[in-house]
């Protein structure tokens, strides 16, 4: 009864308490946690963070909706503010918080569910981008005596929507001024009716300014200008305007009118919106987008009231913006390029448009939750692979004594049955081992399946072991881009994973069209 029990009963209790361990308590469960991201400035009183609620299980980081969330944020200096909300089914949710003094160096935020931590983290804030700002001029090449440039007042392009494009052409002051002929041919693109241009004169030179709608047809349009003016005069300049691939358009009028009309020539369902000022990041939305005839998907967002005037709305297809369709759109867009008073040189660089800020990770309770409930699914299971491996030992040293048990029963009995009965009538011994009489009939065959036994049942055990190990570690992946989704940004093997009880401090000022910032 006790060898059957050790043959077959210890691998079969090994096996079944290893898979108890692996589907039961130790099984790695669903995590449930939270990022905060935000761009927050030292002179900020009004702070407008996103909330992104996170599921991982089995090596996928997920969007999950949460209600019951409660977020605090204590500044250094004033009473800690609070808001109450829920995340929709893209588990995302915008808090809008006013403080009574400006934030200062630090903020510490902490986000519960029911008393459950999701995040918790101390950001150091930034300084504001202050007078970072984006040359609109359009590089080119111009030539001959009439001297153009070209500039887009809002520095992006989003094909197939109109933008406006400003051109200037600088011409000798004659006794008889007036505006020089302008011709345009656009490759990729369309250009909207010349009319009279707008022009102001200085002593020696006079500056001619014409609003054109440009349209790009691709993502690369190129552009040839041409004028003639009096007396022969000619100026040529040539360039090229890149248009940002799956890019979402900001109506340039909309936000006089106190809401912003987006539209997106790329199907979509929502568009994720942050408005940004000198003091960083002040509100966002989730905008709901919904098609039209035309194809496109539209939506709108009433301006709230934040004490502060937004200078840029930062259009992206994902909550962390930091894919390439994010673009950065100046609220308030030049009328024309900057002629500047009388006696200021009329080739100025215009006025710049504000640079896009990426939006940082202030707080990252993603990463701890995991290691958490990694190290107690490995506290669980480390227990079951001493039980394995002491009932691999045990099987296998019972194995050999059971062999040479019964190697030696079966000497005994081979001695007698070649000793005959006479000789065990006489006393005499049982004939030796190593006689070629018991290797033929008994030697070797039990000996090679003995060690076959053994092999087979240390390889199983083996394999259970891979097993367990395989279990533990296959949801660890490298990085959070392992799992590609349409919740986070492209895939890449960047980490965004910070150390919670570390001060995260907010990155710098970026250009703001992706198309012309590949890092942004």
């Known amino acids: ?48 963070l996103r909330i992104e609620t996170v599921s991982h299980r089995a090596g996928l980081y997920l969007p999950a909706s949460r209600d019951g969330l409660e977020l605090t944020a204590t500044p250094a200096h004033g009473p800690a503010q609070r808001w109450r909300g829920t995340t929709g089914t893209d588990g995302v949710a915008e808090a809008i918080l006013r403080f009574e003094r400006p934030v200062g160096e630090q903020i510490g935020l902490e986000l519960s569910r029911n008393g459950h931590e999701l995040a918790r983290a101390v950001a150091r804030a930034a300084a504001p981008p202050g007078a970072a700002r984006l040359d609109p001029r359009v590089p080119g090449e111009a030539t001959g005596a009439l001297a153009i440039s070209v ?32 011709r345009a041919q656009v490759t990729g693109g369309a250009v909207g009716p010349i009319g009279v241009p707008a022009s102001r004169c200085l002593a020696a030179r006079c500056r001619y300014d014409w609003k054109l709608d440009f349209t790009a047809r691709a993502h ?7 004028a003639r003016g009096h007396g022969g005069i000619e100026g040529r300049w040539s360039g090229q305007l890149a248009a940002v691939p799956g890019g979402m358009w900001l109506d340039p009028q909309s936000a006089d009118a106190g ?67 994010a673009i950065g759109w100046p ?63 045990f099987e296998l040293l019972f194995l050999w004594r059971h062999g040479r048990l019964t190697r030696r029963r079966l000497e005994r ?25 018991l290797r033929r009939i008994g030697g070797g065959a039990s000996l090679l399946w003995l060690i076959v036994l053994a092999a087979a049942v240390a390889l199983a055990f083996a394999a259970l072991a891979a097993v ?44 703001t069209c992706a198309s012309r910032a590949p890092g942004a």
Request: proline share 12%; glycine share 10%; hydrophobic share 45%.
């Open 413 to 437: 009995h081979l001695g007698e049955s070649l000793g005959g009965p006479e000789a065990r009538e006489a006393g005499e011994s049982a004939a030796p081992l190593g006689s070629p009489e």
């Open 259 to 325: 809401e912003l009309r987006i539209v997106s020539p790329v199907p979509r369902k929502s568009a994720y919106l942050s408005l940004l000022g000198p003091g960083g990041r002040l509100a966002g939305a989730v905008v709901a987008l919904h098609d039209d005839a035309d194809g496109f998907a539209r939506g709108a967002f009433r301006l709230p009231e934040l004490g502060a005037q937004p200078e840029l709305a930062v259009l992206s297809s994902d909550p962390a913006e930091r894919s390439g369709a």
């Open 331 to 393: 609220l308030r867009v030049l009328p024309a390029p900057d002629t500047g008073p009388p006696g200021v040189a009329l080739d100025a660089a215009p006025q710049g448009v504000p640079a896009r800020t990426p939006l940082g990770l202030l707080a990252d309770g993603l990463a701890e939750a995991v290691a958490r409930e990694r190290m107690r699914a490995a506290a669980v299971r480390r227990p079951i692979w001493g039980f394995v491996a002491a009932a691999g030992i």
């Open 1 to 48: 009864m006790l060898k059957p029990a050790a043959i077959y009963g210890v691998p079969l209790l090994a096996g079944l308490a290893t898979a108890a361990a692996l589907l039961g308590p130790g099984q790695e469960r669903p995590v449930a946690a939270a990022r905060i991201r935000g761009w927050l400035g030292r002179t900020a009183t009004t702070a407008g």
């Open 151 to 182: 500039s887009l007042p809002r520095a992006c392009l989003v094909s197939p929507l109109p933008e406006p494009l400003w051109v200037s052409v600088l011409a000798p002051r004659d006794e008889e001024p007036g505006a020089p002929e302008l």
């Open 468 to 511: 367990a190990a395989w279990a533990q570690g296959a949801s660890k992946p490298a990085t959070y881009g392992a799992a590609c989704t349409s919740f986070f940004r492209p895939c890449s093997k960047r980490t965004e994973t910070l150390a919670p009880s570390t001060a995260r401090t907010m990155p710098r000022p970026n250009l």
């Open 220 to 226: 690369v349009a190129e552009l040839t200008l041409q």
